[in-house]
């Protein structure tokens, strides 16, 4: 089979391995069919996460297979695997979690104990599970991992549920849950915060402010409902939740000084060049700051209810659908959120 590898900044290439094979009997193989790139893929395509720099600790060497956000159509089990069958469509979480350790018990998947620290598709950090931007892909844990695809839900517009989507779920909805109502910041680059106004809207944000210099993702958050401004200066007092999905520190800075009293800040973290942070400010308001990988298996299934729900609208975030053979070349170009197809009926899709 091919596994697309990244190999150089901005450079992947296809690259020939064996196919993979079920190692145990809770094991499963599946193929990708439709698969996009998230912030991660993105920072390693610019050459972030593999450019040696005091501060960033794990830095990665090429090659190596990416990709971490994908639906797939399962394509072989093991006997003990009960919660899928070979012909299911499935989303794939960008972490490898077996389930059953006290984290994954309590929801933090990211931090599986059963496999190195930071086991993942789509980067050896934690070993090498491969990555989801390949002709096949091995699951272990496969009960505990794959999630089903609902019904009617349309697997290109699902393609980030293995990580932007879900993650912009929980960056955003249990907060308005415990605050109805809030105001929401969102200072953004891309596709998670364009997902956070979608979702925002959905539950009831009483006003949403997306700020991000590109005109064709403000256009987009409009259309969420979401005001938007290209930059802002701190907003005091503005905001009830900020998301920010920058990877900018000073970015992050402006989201926590727009807070009101106590308020919570969420951050998608991907922070590759240093910064200060208004500690002070954060002290006199009382703020909250999260900025974590994210523990998606725990809650994709809720954000996969969302999407079903008919109150969200995340198709509207894919920028462009492409053939699976085009990924080497589109790959390293630069769109919004990017979707590679692959034909359900060629053999390793089956």
Same mark, same amino acid.
């Given at each position: 089979m091919r596994e697309l590898t990244y190999v150089a900044r901005h450079t992947v290439e296809w690259r020939e391995t064996p196919d993979p094979k079920l190692r145990s009997d809770q094991e499963a193989i599946v193929a990708p069919v439709a698969a996009t790139s998230g912030d991660v893929d993105s920072a390693i395509m610019a050459g972030h996460a593999t450019r040696r720099q005091p501060h960033i600790k794990h830095s990665i060497d090429p090659p190596f297979a990416l990709g971490h956000e994908c639906v797939a159509r399962v394509v072989d089990i093991g006997d003990a695997v009960t919660t899928v069958a070979p012909g299911d469509l499935v989303v794939v979480p960008w972490s490898i979690s077996c389930g059953a350790c006290d984290h994954c018990r309590a929801g933090l998947t990211a931090h599986c104990t059963s496999v190195p620290h930071m086991a993942m598709y789509g980067a050896p950090i934690g070993g090498s599970w491969g990555g989801l931007f390949s002709d096949l892909v091995r699951v272990p844990y496969t009960d505990a991992m794959l999630v089903p695809l609902p019904a009617g839900l349309d697997p290109v517009a699902m393609a980030s549920a293995s990580d932007n989507w879900s993650l912009s779920?929980?960056?955003? &909805?249990?907060?308005?849950?415990? !605050?109805?109502?809030?105001?929401?910041?969102?200072?953004?680059?891309?596709?998670?915060g364009l997902y956070v106004c979608d979702i925002a809207r959905a539950l009831g944000a009483s006003d949403?402010?997306?700020?991000?210099?590109?005109?064709?993702?403000?256009?987009?958050?409009?259309?969420?409902?979401? !005001?938007? &401004?290209? &930059?802002?200066?701190?907003?005091?007092?503005?905001?009830?939740?900020?998301?920010?999905?920058?990877?900018?520190?000073d970015q992050l800075a402006i989201a926590v000084k727009s807070l009101a009293a106590e308020g919570?800040?969420?951050?998608?973290?991907?922070?590759?060049?240093?910064?200060?942070?208004?500690?002070?400010?954060?002290?006199?308001?009382?703020?909250?700051?999260?900025?974590?990988?994210?523990?998606?298996?725990?809650?994709?299934?809720?954000?996969?209810?969302?999407?079903?729900?008919?109150?969200?609208?995340?198709?509207?975030?894919?920028?462009?659908?492409?053939?699976?053979?085009?990924?080497?070349?589109?790959?390293?170009e630069k769109h919004l959120k990017p979707v590679f197809v692959r034909d359900a009926t060629s053999p390793q899709a089956r």
């Open positions: 779920w929980r960056l955003v &909805a249990p907060h308005l849950k415990a !605050r109805p109502g809030a105001r929401v910041l969102v200072m953004a680059r891309g596709s998670i949403i402010l997306y700020v991000d210099p590109d005109p064709e993702h403000r256009r987009l958050a409009e259309g969420y409902g979401a !005001r938007t &401004a290209d &930059a802002i200066e701190p907003i005091r007092h503005g905001f009830d939740l900020a998301v920010e999905a920058t990877g900018r520190v919570i800040c969420e951050s998608a973290g991907n922070h590759f060049r240093p910064g200060e942070l208004p500690l002070l400010d954060m002290y006199l308001t009382g703020v909250t700051l999260r900025i974590a990988r994210d523990n998606v298996r725990a809650h994709i299934p809720d954000a996969l209810a969302l999407a079903a729900s008919g109150t969200v609208d995340p198709a509207r975030v894919v920028s462009h659908v492409l053939d699976w053979e085009q990924l080497p070349d589109a790959l390293p």
